[in-house]
């Protein structure tokens, strides 16, 4: 259990195009442990698909350009790796699920075809081995009488049924490592709770270890035992999920967990957090929170904040830290 | 698909009466008279009064053609008046020809099109995209007529490697294939330019797509992963376009044809209609109409090979 896996070491993601040069990921880092789930979360543009892609160096550079930082993956570091060997490793070794299971997977051939394909790149399989091999992956993820549906084309299939073939094509080479990209954002509420089981329940018993990306708290809530919270490049705060859902320290965190809505409490207005993400190519010397933080004060604005831990596996980047929860944001705000 | 293939079928029935008519309008509407073409210049008016009569060109033009559809129906295309031998004939030594020239055309225009399409997107801005680009607009832009005479300037008088005039015998002799070269040349040249640009930009749009991020992300070589989920997906709007410019190219046979002499189908229907040989005429509409239908017939049958979204539908 103790072994990561997975470990991102201040990685720095840029982009470069019509002369802005953005720096989209700042240094970002964390551990994913063997059978483990990790949540990376944040809102939309905080980098965390682009350190997915970053990590299945699935980039296109240019524009997007690595420009410091370890990706450790079994002793080998991604970054350094040459293109065969790691093609070696995208689809066998490391899986990956995308957003949008609508679009993911290609019209023109049948969902056992992308499978097997996949089978054959990395195990080998042919023929009828490769078939029953991709019915059986099919069963795995539960989609309803596989051996008819290995033949089908994505567009007989709805969404939620796309997403299982898409696992079942991110897992058919029993990779170690899982990265799933928002994979229930697209989806209807009552499949993405069927979706979320599946994807824990396929963690317990293949023991693969997730990185679970996602924008949505309560996903994190119902399939993580650590998480990571991203805001506009940079980690924020990061630990093990009971301790962040229990004392969550970072401002922007405590903000994030107010307005997640709630069915106990009835108020007017959905709780949201003033202000908004500074645009990437915007130089902030401070923490980038900063501007929408009801705590800052010079020092926040002028210098950066560093990880520091405050309870065991617990860490964060803020000065302010640690903070009495929501009553003290609340009385700045 | 059998069903699919009859309904094709059925439907193309109204188009090929549709086309026969206007044909039919149209050669009424040229000037020329074939009732003096039958008599003869030098013969008087009251003979060709009488074979006008004879010919039933006196009756208005829809009882004409009912007439004609009637023939038509039993089989009988009518005789040219030039020549005396049927029209059935006639076409039948002409199509041989003609179908080896399309042939001829697209065997290498069409791959070699669709590779420089692939290869230009693939290395898109790069030089080579540009040249790929150039030659096409030049293929597109330049006229069918010129790029005969520059070939057969080039090819057969300047380097004389190639006859150009006539046909040598069938495609698969020697001389056969020396004689078609240049015509072939020619008639592929202006196929390439509009294949090849929508090639690169069909390829262009689909390497964009989430479905080929998934084949990166299975560890595919960027070779499969061009040919195997970006070119096979292009593939279906450049099926469509090669459907349409055989129409084209069925027109840029008449100007081909005509410039080598080669004795074919369009250069029939030139001939007929400069000598106002009304029956030949009819036939040669007749002959291009079907090759376009059944051109269309066998992309939508393709069409639904290479996409089995359109099958359910």
Redesign the interface.
Known sequence: MAEPVLSLRGLDIRFNSDGHRSRVVNGIGFDLMAGQTLGLVGESGCGKSVTSLAIMRLLASPPAEIAAGEVIFEKRDLLKLSERDMRELRGGRIGMIFQEPMTSLNPVYTCGAQIIESLQRHSGLTGRPARERAIELLELVRLPSPEKRVDDYPHQLSGGQRQRVMIALALANDPAVLIADEPTTALDVTIQSQILDLLRDLQERTGTAVLMITHDLGVVAETCQAVVIMYAGTVVERGRVESIFGDPQHPYTIGLMAAVPRMDTRRGRLAAIPGSVPPPWAQVPGCRFAARCPLADDRCRSEPPGLREIAPGHEIACWKAPIEGMSEMETHS | MIETILNRILVSIPVLFGVLFLGFALVQLAPGDPARVQAGPTAPPEVVEQIRQEMGLDQPVIVQFGKYMERLAHGDLGRSLISNKSVTSELGAAIVPTIELMFASLIWAIPLGIAMGTLAAVWRGSLFDRLIMAISVAGVSLPIFFICLMLIQLLGVKFPIFPFIGRGGPLWTLEGLRHIALPALSLGMIFIGPVSRMTRSSVLEVLR???V?????????ERQVIL??GL??AL?PVVTLVGLQIGYLLGGAVVTETIFSYPGIGRLAVGAILSSDFPLTQGTILVLALGFILVNLIVDILYAQ????VQ?K
């Open positions: 797509l989430d479905h991020r998934t084949a990166r992300a299975k560890g595919l070589t195997r989920h096979r997906n279906i290479l996409d089995p979204r359910k």
